[in-house]
């Protein structure tokens, strides 16, 4: 069983998480386009691609794939994901089983217009949220939208260009910032996370909720994971609604006793390590579900009150 881990960053404990399960003949590879890539310290073979823009980064992935004979792929980086999806087939030709999410799946998470239209025609809630300058500004004026207000990118991520506009000028600039931006009504409620397991089918096997305690610059340094009833069944049904592959991280609020949905993420998230210090063992069951092993699902099935807390971790030595 030889794991390819696209774009793998400063996730290399999600490769020591895998390793526990492999055979010594197995293979970790992750890919990456330089050479001081964190991750690459915890694989067994580490290889530098072109960017994931250029015409040559999926050509090189697919030789990778074929010399190093993968079995399992999977990336840590949404633009990546954005375009390795469009490109499942590709790797099922060469018996390499994608844990990607289709075209249609990462469309609804990766465009954050599209994840709100999702979340509203699947009776969700979620902030309102709009792609009009003008028709904000006129429920602004109707009293249906007030500030502050949320502005950030349509297909962006790691929380990069998000501002709080707290008056209409603030607005203007924050939203023609750059193109495509969207307005989102701010919840001011408890932040919570869950992270999400489905099977090949996309069918749910886990959910782990937990509430987020500190964030600093969009990522969570410390969480706590949480026995609520209320957010085991919102990721149930969201789960099986969105039918996604593998693992799925969800950002949301509650606000008046009312979950809010805000993002989806199809993939590890940054928090996952909560959830695998409670129980969660996602990349268990991504290897079991790979090699056809029937998998019960699991819900519930998880410690409560895990705190999680992150810390620098400082990497040296010679280059190789």
């Known amino acids: 069983m030889n794991i390819l881990l696209s774009c793998i960053g400063r996730r290399g404990y999600i490769a020591e998480y895998f390793r526990s399960h492999l055979n010594t003949n197995d293979k970790i590879i992750a890919t990456g386009n330089s ?26 992935l697919l030789k990778i794939c074929q010399k190093q004979k993968i079995n399992i792929l999977l990336s ?46 699947n009776n969700f809630n979620t902030p309102e949220t709009y792609i009009d300058f003008e028709e904000a500004v006129k429920d602004i004026n109707r009293g249906k939208l007030i500030f502050p207000l949320i502005v950030k990118p349509r297909r962006g991520s790691a929380s990069t260009n998000l501002f709080k506009s707290r008056n209409i000028n603030e607005l203007d600039a924050f939203f023609h ?15 919570y996370g869950l992270d999400i397991c489905n099977d090949l089918d996309g069918n749910v096997l886990s959910v782990i909720p937990r509430t987020n305690i500190i964030r600093r610059f969009g990522e969570t ?100």
């Open 76 to 121: 840590f980086l949404d633009p990546d994901i954005d375009i390795l999806c469009q490109h499942l087939d590709d790797f099922r030709k060469n018996a390499v089983i994608p844990i990607i999410p289709t075209p249609i799946v990462n469309n609804i998470c990766f465009d954050k217009y599209l994840t709100y239209i999702f979340f509203k025609e």
């Open 35 to 60: 050479e001081l890539t964190p991750g690459f310290k915890y694989c067994d073979l580490s290889l530098i691609v072109p960017d994931i823009d250029s015409k040559d980064y999926i050509p090189s």
């Open 177 to 191: 910032y750059q193109p495509d931006m969207i307005i989102q009504q701010m919840i001011t409620g408890k932040e």
């Open 221 to 320: 340094m410390q969480a706590q994971t949480c026995n609520n009833s209320t957010l085991i069944d919102l990721g149930l049904s969201l789960g099986e609604k969105l039918g996604h592959v593998g693992p799925l991280d969800i950002d949301c609020f509650i606000q008046d006793n009312q979950p809010y949905l805000i993002e989806l993420n199809p993939r590890f998230g940054g928090v996952y390590p909560l959830s695998h210090l409670a129980g969660a063992d996602f990349p268990g069951l991504i290897l079991k579900m790979v090699q056809g092993e029937t998998i019960n699902p699991k819900i519930g099935e998880f410690q409560s009150g895990v705190i999680m807390m992150k810390e620098y971790k400082i990497l040296g030595g010679e280059l190789v």
